[in-house]
């Protein structure tokens, strides 16, 4: 099930995440559909805890599988799906198979008004109770099986996936979310479930919804979470085959290199030449919404130089499942998304350049990254040619002959003749502009008969990458 279900020449999945079902339907027809996205990640769906303040993990609690939360209600969801496929854009759920919610002080009411008692793992809603669960321990251990699979993560309490009511709850679950036309499903804590399970849950769902566009026979497309460093007891190899798995050593290593710590020629090998899994196997992201907001190699928005090149490189070179991150501003763990006074999530609001401006960073509508969304489109089949660099951190590379890149990560300028493998004419710099009305309204780049061009990018340009493409010709 690693068939994420892309529609046309389309390759690049973003995570809206916290985002609105309505403001998610109204970005796909106004935006991602029109700059080529394929698909979006959407927050979890089902009914969850209310925490105090609303911070967003409060949605990796479960109380439910009834489809309200702060997104909106089973209509708005639906109505979402609809017009995102209506338009070529897919949508993958986050979905939590493996616990509920915590412990909680008395009854809680979810987001869906259902009540529920985690201390006493008792879930009426949909109904669980004690015995649908694994006895409560705690995870000290992280290279301990039993621990990992079988205690409780943070606290929340797990459920037992080899039980036949629990797989039969679950199977119901997501085969609701395929009957409403979603592609696929990000498996959140797939690592803490043991694959066997996973695979009797995934070879037991639908098949894609005909009615929403999907040819016969077409399996959900599965990602799951399992974080693996390279040292772990329960590792990715369990789980490639059932499904994609996201590959965490690419958004430390992508973050190392961009960071300045591991000089860019190096990339000249990215991929399974660093010990990643396969390309097909294999979900990409220079970030995802947990390690944004811990301190170390991660690169995010808040460092915008470094994570456009780095973000430029993830989506033109041919390797993985890439998803690129959309976040809301953060300055600790837990801000919640932007709220109004009734803690209800606001809708974001755009400037006259289309960014967002209040509260909601929006990382797909900076151009410089939804130019490269275009790129990886217009590049699509292609191998790499023609790799030079300078021995340190500037380099360049083609896409056969219809795309160029080119980085400078040194203190000093890049100016010199290359090989962008491309046919004769002057092409538009799609990160400093955009192709206009015939003309750019940044870099242009002239190539003459032999596929040469003279490149500049100087150490104090705005931006260290610079992208030619055949869409983007003069
Ligand atoms: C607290 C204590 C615990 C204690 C517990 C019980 O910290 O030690 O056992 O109380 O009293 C929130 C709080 C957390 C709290 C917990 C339970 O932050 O402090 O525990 O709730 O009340 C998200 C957040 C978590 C959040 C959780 C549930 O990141 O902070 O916990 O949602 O709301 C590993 C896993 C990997 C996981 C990653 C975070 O292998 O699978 O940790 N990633 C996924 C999601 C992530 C999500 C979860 C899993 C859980 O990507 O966003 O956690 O669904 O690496």
Redesign the pocket.
């Known amino acids: 099930q690693h068939n994420p279900h892309w529609w046309g020449n389309r390759n690049t999945i973003v995570h809206l995440f916290e985002w609105k079902w309505s403001d998610i339907a109204q970005e796909c027809e106004s935006f991602l559909g029109p700059r080529g996205f394929a698909g979006v990640q959407v927050s979890p769906v089902n009914e969850n805890i209310i ?1 105090a303040g609303r ?1 967003w ?2 949605r ?2 479960p109380i439910s599988y009834k489809l309200t939360t702060r997104s909106g209600n089973e209509e708005e969801f639906g109505d979402m799906v609809r017009r995102c496929n209506d338009v070529g854009v897919r949508i993958y759920v986050d979905v ?1 198979l ?2 509920m919610s ?2 909680f002080d008395g009854v809680a009411v979810g987001t869906a008004g259902t009540e529920a008692e985690p201390r006493k793992k008792s879930f009426p809603g949909v109904p669980y109770t004690a015995q649908d669960f694994h006895p409560t321990c ?1 995870i000290t251990d992280w290279n301990d099986r039993f621990q990992v699979q079988q205690c ?5 309490k797990d459920l037992d996936q080899s039980s036949d009511w629990v797989r039969s709850k679950l199977i119901e679950f997501l085969d609701h979310l395929i009957e409403l036309g979603v592609a696929g499903f990000r498996v ?2 797939a ?2 479930m043991a694959s066997e399970d996973l695979e009797y849950i995934y070879s037991s769902l639908s098949n894609l919804n005909i009615d929403h566009g999907f040819p016969h026979n077409s399996r959900p497309f599965i990602f799951q ?1 399992v ?1 693996d460093h390279g040292h772990e007891t329960v590792s990715r190899d369990e789980y490639k085959d059932l499904g994609a798995v996201t590959e965490f050593r690419f958004s430390e290593e992508i973050g190392n290199a961009f960071r300045g710590n591991n000089a860019l020629k190096w990339l000249q090998s990215w991929g399974t030449g660093w010990g990643f899994l396969p390309s097909g196997q294999a979900l990409t992201f220079v970030d ?3 390690n944004q907001r811990d301190a170390g190699a991660v690169l995010n928005y808040k460092s915008p130089r470094q994570y456009k090149m780095a973000t430029a490189f993830h989506l033109a070179y041919p390797y993985g499942i890439s998803r690129v991150m959309s976040s809301f501003a953060f300055d600790d ?2 801000t919640p998304p932007p709220q109004d006074a009734q803690e209800r999530i606001i809708s974001p609001e755009f400037d006259e350049d289309g960014a967002c401006v209040n509260g909601w960073i929006c990382e797909h509508r900076w151009r410089q990254i939804y130019a490269m969304v275009g790129f990886k489109n217009a590049v699509r089949d292609t191998e790499i040619t023609g790799w030079w660099d300078n021995g340190d951190n500037q380099i360049s590379f083609c896409r056969g002959n219809k795309g160029f890149l080119a980085f400078n990560n040194n203190l000093y300028d890049l100016s010199q003749d290359l090989n962008t493998c491309l046919p004769a004419g002057t092409y538009c710099d799609v990160i400093s502009g955009s192709l206009i009305d015939g003309s750019c309204t940044g870099k242009s780049v002239t190539v003459n008969d032999n596929g040469y061009g003279y490149i500049h990018i100087g150490s104090d340009d705005f931006d260290g990458v610079l992208a030619l493409h055949v869409d983007a010709k003069v």
């Open positions: 925490a911070p993990w409060e990796y609690q939590l493996n616990h915590g412990d705690e409780e993560l943070v606290g929340l959140d804590a690592k803490h979470e974080i995802n919404h947990d763990h837990d």
